[in-house]
């Protein structure tokens, strides 16, 4: 690697956006899509692994504990608690959806009842006063 291998790259960058640039719209939101696509699984891909690095994993038996028991758990790694929460709140999500579907189908077999009673006067319909007409500047 050169010394102007940041330079090269730059301008190789430069160029390609141009080019997007210049295209046509759905290359323009092809190339969006797939960018903003990478760029989320990216942050992704290191909150992850920052969260791996700076939490530590789950309290383990204290080695007393594990040389009475024959069997151990292994430590749980931080995707395994992330799946298991992930679970168990698309299980309450859908329990929420359920009821409020539950809930939308009630109000709508509901039989209501509407009764409306007159004063006894007969309405009567009357010309509203005509206006001149007023031109516009």
């Not at 530590?56 to 799946?83: I, K, N, Q, R």
Request: aromatic share 8%.
């Amino acid at each position: 690697m050169g010394d102007g291998w940041i330079a090269k790259t730059a301008a190789r960058v430069r160029q390609r956006v141009r080019k997007i640039q210049r295209s046509n719209d759905r290359t323009k939101r092809r190339w969006l899509i797939g960018t903003t696509a990478v760029t989320m699984v990216a942050i992704i891909v290191l909150w992850v692994g920052y969260l791996n690095l700076t939490v530590p994993p789950l309290a383990s038996p204290t080695e007393e504990l594990a040389s009475e028991s024959e069997t151990t758990e292994p430590d749980e790694s931080f995707l395994t608690v992330f799946s298991r929460g992930i679970i168990v709140l698309g299980s309450q999500v859908g329990n929420v959806f359920s009821d409020a579907w539950r809930a939308i189908a009630e109000t709508a077999t509901r039989v209501r009842e509407f009764s409306f009673e007159g004063d006894g006067t007969t309405p009567s319909v009357t010309q509203p006063e005509s206006l001149p007409p007023t031109p516009l500047p």
